[in-house]
């Protein structure tokens, strides 16, 4: 999409209303308490046939130095640079503030386009307001109600000179999972390019320093970070190439997300909108990073976190964050592997990495991490060396025999990858015990090369068709006539 439009005024003018309505679902924070937003968040909007790239943006605040509200007022000035057009929204009920006419003459002086909008114009109680809108001296505003869906035509008509009218329509963010195989394991595998990036969640309890890591790996400030916890409240999407040492570039796509804390502390509304967020991104991404605070390592929450995003599925990498300020780094990282073994048998052998968001010491191999992480999300194990490997699995430990009858496992296959599933028929699958099918996943796991990632492991009675039944007096029938005709 060529067009990007930055939705930019102070703060409770409703942004994060009208960005929700131009995306068409509810990817941003709306509450009446003001200053919710305070990440730049992009989506991809539409209006009518018009296709963009849309950001909402912190309320613009009339602050400078270092504080949270100045570090907000930079970010969303960056997404002024950023855009080709700006939405300068004012309130149409309130009118004209001193505010509004400060930052007017700031986007008049940064931004390439601005169109001027007067939004909750819905009633005669904004009239007075919209008029007020013309003495900002950025042209006549458009009369909007982003709660309501009122003055979107003439929204179009505004941005329609601006946009291509060709615009291709926004392809979907969410990957690829559970992609069916053929009886011989075949399917194609989606591959990694710009227009699909890989698509990785940063998660963990708050102040862990998910956002600080991101800034480090874009080599710029793009999110809002500081000693305060809890700064980022949406699921934030960044897009970049990030480049191994050897200069090779892979496209991703990486979500920061507010912290997850536990559930007898998600009090307050917005947080209980933030961590819902974030669980969102998990769904949606196809490795997710567990980022942890080294000093506070594995608490109840990291281990919830951790196994939801197992439970959906997904490839997972465990970083261990702030390891530059760690003194005795041997003893902590072997302790460290010895809680992760314990703690996360569902994960065993996914990677865990050592990282310093603040120095970006150890994000080459986090980058390594990931990727080897989707590798082994995509693996494929031939039906013909599965088969081979439960005979050697049978023969080293023989399924249980509930009432003195022994469960008869006949036949394996892969059904599926992203993440990689793999079906056994066999007699009374109701009777299997949960011990047997772990001894079967970690046998998997070592034997196929999966370390880490989910592994789906279904039984399927007897009574299901063998798809190999016969196969191999076809296959001596057909190599018989062969060599028939041959003499």
């Known amino acids: 999409?060529?067009?990007?439009?930055?939705?930019?005024?102070?703060?409770?003018?409703?942004?994060?209303?009208?960005?929700?309505?131009?995306?068409?679902?509810?990817?941003?924070?709306?509450?009446?308490?003001?200053?919710?937003?305070r990440d730049l968040r992009e989506g991809e909007g539409r209006l009518g046939d018009l296709r963009f790239t849309?950001?909402?943006?912190?309320?613009?605040?009339?602050?400078?130095?270092?504080?949270?509200?100045?570090?907000?007022?930079?970010?969303?000035?960056?997404?002024?640079?950023?855009?080709?057009?700006?939405?300068?929204?004012?309130?149409?009920?309130?009118?004209?503030?001193?505010?509004?006419?400060?930052?007017?003459?700031i986007l008049r002086k940064r931004s390439k386009h601005v169109i001027l909008a007067a939004n909750k114009a819905e009633g005669s109680a904004a009239d007075a307001g919209v008029l007020e809108a013309y003495n900002l001296g950025l042209g006549e505003p458009v009369r909007l109600s982003g709660e309501h869906g009122e003055g979107m035509t003439d929204l179009?008509?505004?941005?329609?000179?601006?946009?291509?009218?060709?615009?291709?329509?926004?392809?979907?963010?969410?990957?690829?999972?559970?992609?069916?195989?053929?009886?011989?394991?075949?399917?194609?595998?989606?591959?990694?390019?710009?227009?699909?990036?890989?698509?990785?969640?940063?998660?963990?309890?708050?102040?862990a320093g998910k956002s600080t890591l991101i800034n480090k790996i874009m080599g710029e400030d793009r999110l809002l970070t500081g000693p305060e916890a809890g700064i980022t409240r949406d699921a934030i999407s960044l897009r970049i190439d990030w480049a191994d040492p050897d200069g090779e570039t892979t496209p991703m796509r990486i979500f920061d997300t507010a912290g997850m804390r536990k559930k007898a502390k998600v009090q307050e509304k917005l947080e209980k909108l933030s961590v819902s967020d974030g669980l969102r991104a998990v769904k949606f991404a196809e490795v997710v990073v567990v980022l942890l605070d080294a000093a506070i390592p594995f608490e109840q929450q990291d281990l919830r976190i951790a196994d939801l995003a197992e439970r959906e599925g997904r490839a997972v990498v465990v970083a261990i964050n702030k390891w530059d300020i760690e003194e005795d780094k041997q003893e902590k990282l072997r302790d460290l592997k010895e809680s992760f073994e314990r703690l996360l048998p569902q994960l065993r052998g996914a990677p865990l990495v050592t990282v310093s968001a603040k120095t970006g010491r150890g994000l080459e191999r986090l980058r390594a991490a990931?990727?080897?992480?989707?590798?082994?999300?995509?693996?494929?194990?031939?039906?013909?060396?599965?088969?081979?490997?439960?005979?050697?699995?049978?023969?080293?430990?023989?399924?249980?025999?509930?009432?003195?009858?022994?469960?008869?496992?006949?036949?394996?296959?892969?059904?599926?990858?992203?993440?990689?599933?793999?079906?056994v028929m066999c007699s009374h699958p109701d009777k299997m015990p949960a011990s047997y099918t772990r001894y079967l996943v970690n046998g998997l796991r070592e034997d196929f090369d999966m370390p880490g990632t989910p592994i789906r492991l279904t039984l399927r009675g007897q009574g299901d068709k063998n798809p190999y039944?016969?196969?191999?007096?076809?296959?001596?029938?057909?190599?018989?006539?062969?060599?028939k005709g041959r003499a």
Not at 3 to 30: E, H, M, Q
Not at 397 to 421: C, D, E, N, S, V
Not at 478 to 483: G, P, R, S, T
Request: aromatic share 4%.
């Open 370 to 423: 990931i990727l080897r992480a989707h590798d082994i999300w995509n693996r494929r194990v031939p039906t013909a060396a599965l088969n081979r490997w439960l005979t050697a699995m049978l023969e080293q430990h023989p399924p249980p025999a509930p009432q003195g009858r022994r469960i008869k496992l006949r036949y394996m296959t892969q059904a599926k990858t992203r993440p990689p599933g793999f079906v």
């Open 156 to 207: 179009y008509t505004q941005l329609m000179p601006l946009a291509d009218a060709a615009e291709e329509q926004a392809v979907d963010d969410a990957p690829e999972t559970d992609i069916e195989l053929d009886e011989d394991g075949e399917g194609e595998t989606p591959l990694i390019t710009a227009a699909k990036p890989l698509q990785v969640a940063v998660v963990g309890r708050p102040n």
């Open 54 to 105: 849309v950001i909402d943006t912190a309320g613009l605040e009339d602050a400078t130095d270092d504080s949270l509200q100045g570090r907000m007022r930079r970010l969303t000035e960056r997404a002024v640079d950023m855009a080709d057009v700006c939405l300068f929204m004012i309130d149409a009920r309130v009118g004209v503030t001193p505010t509004d006419e400060m930052f007017a003459e």
């Open 1 to 37: 999409m060529s067009l990007t439009l930055a939705i930019v005024g102070r703060p409770n003018v409703g942004k994060s209303t009208l960005f929700n309505r131009l995306v068409g679902k509810r990817l941003a924070l709306v509450d009446d308490q003001p200053g919710v937003t």
């Open 469 to 483: 039944k016969g196969r191999r007096k076809k296959n001596a029938g057909a190599l018989a006539k062969h060599l």
